[in-house]
């Protein structure tokens, strides 16, 4: 007696699944460079307040030194 072996053909199908850590990370660095980007904008705008404070302060010490020397030349006059 022989036995007859048929083969059939069949496919395997492996499916693969994330865990989402790969999202996950995506979305804190995403967070991180936005604060990043935040924190720069405010350091640059306090700087440019800064600049324009003593920029002020320097004009307003000029005009009183101009005030002063006009007084001074005045008393000095006849």
Known sequence: MVD???ETPH???IERRGSGAG???GLVLLVAVII???YLFNQSANDNRR???VTQAAKDVGDGAQKAGDAAQK???P
């Open 36 to 38: 990043g980007a935040f």
């Open 51 to 53: 600049t324009d404070a």
């Open 4 to 6: 007859e072996v048929t």
């Open 11 to 13: 496919t395997t199908v």
């Open 23 to 25: 999202l996950l990370i």
């Open 75 to 77: 008393a000095a006059q």
